[in-house]
């Protein structure tokens, strides 16, 4: 039976209609990081910047963490792990700026400064710097942006599984295999001079 061309078009019309009132699949229902300070690809202010110049003379800000948050997290977390990396420092090795876990499955982000100092909310592990919180951008004077990479990890790990001290690396390694999901969020540093 052949079909006219206007009931074929009129079909496609109403397959049209019926895709646009379809609800979309929704971006909420993906395990995201944000920040309520800076937008992904936005710039960290000065204030998220280091603040010890006796470690590095690049220090210009206080070393106040931004505030964090993730949702929509996946079946089966126990715990999270946060990194923060800066690829371009120390090229090429780049410079881990944080490295936290064992944050229970009940946290869903931090305060801004809450991650600048040792809290209960999680496991302190080792930055390049040696430091168990944040450690803030300290980029040389007249250098372009840096990317700082923050990652937050759902584990299938109890907050308590892992030792204190670990660095990025090591964590890397102990995560092997108990990965739910990750959701990252970049945000940029230069020096203000």
Same mark, same amino acid.
């Given at each position: 039976?052949?079909?006219?061309?206007?009931?074929?078009?009129?079909?496609?019309?109403?397959?049209?209609?019926?895709?646009?009132?379809?609800?979309?699949?929704?971006?909420?229902?993906?395990?995201?990081? %944000?920040?309520?300070?800076?937008?992904?690809?936005?710039?960290?202010? %000065?204030?998220?910047?280091?603040?010890? !110049?006796?470690?590095?003379?690049?220090?210009?800000?206080?070393?106040?963490?931004?505030?964090?948050?993730?949702?929509?997290?996946?079946?089966?977390?126990?715990?999270?792990?946060?990194?923060?990396?800066?690829?371009?420092?120390?090229?090429?090795?780049?410079?881990?700026?944080?490295? =936290?876990?064992?944050?229970?499955?009940?946290? !869903?982000?931090?305060?801004?400064?809450?991650?600048?100092?040792?809290?209960?909310?999680?496991?302190?592990? !080792?930055? %390049?710097?040696?430091?168990?919180?944040?450690?803030?951008?300290?980029?040389?004077?007249?250098?372009?942006?840096?990317?700082?990479?923050?990652?937050? =990890?759902?584990?299938?790990?109890?907050?308590?599984?892992?030792?204190?001290?670990?660095?990025?690396?090591?964590?890397?390694?102990?995560?092997?295999?108990?990965?739910?999901?990750?959701?990252?969020?970049? %945000?940029?540093?230069?020096?203000?001079?």
């Amino acid at each position: 039976m052949k079909r006219s061309v206007t009931a074929l078009l009129m079909a496609g019309e109403f397959a049209v209609g019926v895709l646009l009132t379809l609800p979309a699949a929704r971006a909420a229902d993906v395990f995201t990081l %944000t920040s309520s300070a800076v937008q992904d690809n936005g710039a960290l202010a %000065t204030k998220n910047a280091c603040s010890d !110049k006796q470690r590095s003379p690049n220090c210009v800000g206080q070393n106040i963490s931004p505030p964090l948050a993730w949702s929509n997290v996946p079946d089966g977390t126990k715990s999270f792990a946060l990194l923060l990396f800066d690829p371009e420092g120390r090229a090429p090795a780049g410079v881990s700026h944080m490295v =936290v876990y064992g944050i229970p499955a009940d946290v !869903k982000g931090f305060a801004e400064g809450e991650l600048s100092k040792p809290s209960n909310k999680f496991v302190g592990g !080792k930055s %390049t710097m040696n430091q168990a919180v944040y450690f803030g951008p300290g980029t040389p004077p007249n250098t372009d942006w840096h990317h700082y990479t923050w990652t937050v =990890v759902a584990t299938d790990l109890d907050p308590k599984a892992l030792r204190p001290g670990m660095t990025r690396e090591e964590l890397a390694a102990a995560l092997k295999d108990h990965v739910k999901g990750s959701a990252g969020l970049i %945000t940029r540093f230069r020096h203000p001079s």
